[in-house]
């Protein structure tokens, strides 16, 4: 079996002066990821290494550099999910955690599936994950105001054992309701794997995301579509009801799809039959 690798950096705007940021962050992420699969490590763990690696990143909106909300906090929701066994780890509306998505994965094989709030940081901290005083995850001003909208990352992993996995991980939208929770960590909504299918994950307006059930509907159709229609038809359902978005899908294959109806949308993906991994801000940069 060989190996394979994808994930995105929000579907949103980049700047061009951000772009070459999002290349690096992405391929950065891509490669901590890479290593894990090539080790024949697990997808669950490549997912994990690599969502780790964006939410260090401030150019990202998870984790390190997170949206603040209406009170001036940083609330974060990650997710992960591995598709033989259907087990999934999320936590929604968490604080004061320097890697949500190290929280999810400590989940993953519990009964609970979605922890928020006082209950997922307590969660975190039972379980020596990395915490951290509430406002050092928000960097140091650039002089620039940053704007957060719709940028989720999100990864999809195929391991050498033919195991899937997908993670999410997000920091919210500036000036977001207090206790807002997006699609990122609601199962069939922002995510979702199975082995015998593949895996997918989106970014994008949250609500509508989760009004569709964006990535049920996508793993629904890859039965008799290919990853890119799957994808393109699940955006025209969010476009109906007035949503922007992106997505990435694998297959069991090692088939990559991606697309997006958001101007923007970073994606990296890299498998073992290729030599070099691939990085671009958006779809027309790829040429198709």
């Given at each position: 079996m060989s190996w394979a690798i994808i994930l995105h950096g929000g579907a949103k705007e980049i700047d061009p002066e951000d772009v070459d940021a999002h290349r690096v962050g992405c391929l950065r992420a891509l490669e901590a990821g890479r290593r894990?699969?090539?080790?024949d490590g697990s997808a669950v763990d490549a997912v994990e290494a690599a969502i780790r690696v964006l939410e260090a990143d401030p150019t990202f909106n998870a984790g390190f550099g997170s949206a603040l909300n209406a009170d001036g906090a940083v609330e974060m929701c990650a997710s992960i999910m591995e598709g033989s066994g259907f087990n999934v780890g999320g936590v929604?509306?968490?604080r004061g955690v320097q890697h949500p998505i190290s929280v999810a994965r400590a989940l993953l094989f519990k009964e609970e599936i979605l922890l928020a709030g006082d209950g997922a940081r307590r969660f975190?901290?039972?379980n020596d994950c990395e915490l951290c005083h509430f406002a050092a995850l928000v960097p140091r001003s650039t002089g620039r105001k940053p704007v957060h909208l719709h940028d989720t990352v999100g990864c999809v992993a195929l391991d050498s054992a033919g195991r899937m996995a997908v993670g999410t991980s997000a920091g919210g939208l500036d000036g977001a309701a207090?206790?807002?929770?997006?699609?990122?960590?609601?199962p069939g909504c922002g995510f979702y794997v199975d082995d015998t299918v593949g895996g997918v994950a989106f970014s994008g307006d949250g609500e509508?995301?989760?009004r569709r059930m964006l990535a049920a509907g996508v793993l629904h159709r890859m039965p008799n579509a290919s990853p890119d229609a799957a994808?393109?038809?699940a955006l025209h359902d969010v476009a109906r009801i007035g949503g922007s978005a992106g997505g990435i899908v694998l297959t069991p294959a090692g088939a990559f799809g991606w697309q997006h109806n958001s101007r923007?949308?970073?994606v990296a993906y890299q498998s073992s039959r290729m030599a070099e991994p691939a990085c671009f801000?958006?779809?027309a940069q790829a040429g198709h």
């Open positions: 894990v699969l090539a080790g929604a509306v968490i975190a901290a039972e207090t206790g807002r929770v997006g699609d990122s960590p609601m509508q995301i989760a994808l393109q038809s923007d949308f970073a801000a958006n779809k």
